[in-house]
């Protein structure tokens, strides 16, 4: 079965850092561009950062300096370092997988950030 599960998330205080990790099965992993996005409550879900197959990465301003996105092909995982922590931070964050014809979403991982 295709999918891809994040893990990683947690609640943490303001100025803290977590790393979530997003494990893809069943898909042809380097072939895809991978993202982070996040979604608070009320809000509209959002791109935080990005890194295409060739490694090129793109971050939203708001995590810029703070959050470092990485892959490694040979474990199918794409990683999110997210360091400095802020309350508007908190969101489920959602591991997604672009193949062009074929998009895939995680189920999310909710990261809470404490003030």
Do not use: H
Not at 27 to 37: L, R, T
Not at 86 to 112: F, I, M
Request: glycine share 12%; net charge positive.
């Amino acid at each position: 079965q295709v999918q891809l599960v994040e893990s990683g998330g947690g609640l943490v205080q303001s100025g803290g850092s977590l790393r979530l990790s997003c494990v893809a099965s069943k898909i042809i992993f380097s072939i895809y561009d991978m993202g982070w996005y996040r979604q608070a409550p009320g809000k509209q879900r959002e791109l935080v950062a990005a890194i295409t197959r060739s490694g090129s990465t793109n971050y939203a301003n708001s995590v810029k300096g703070r959050f470092t996105i990485s892959r490694d092909n040979a474990k199918n995982t794409v990683y999110l370092q997210m360091n400095s922590l802020k309350p508007e931070d908190t969101a489920v964050y959602y591991c997604n997988a672009d193949g062009g014809v074929r998009v895939l979403w995680g189920q999310g991982t909710q990261v809470t950030v404490s003030s």
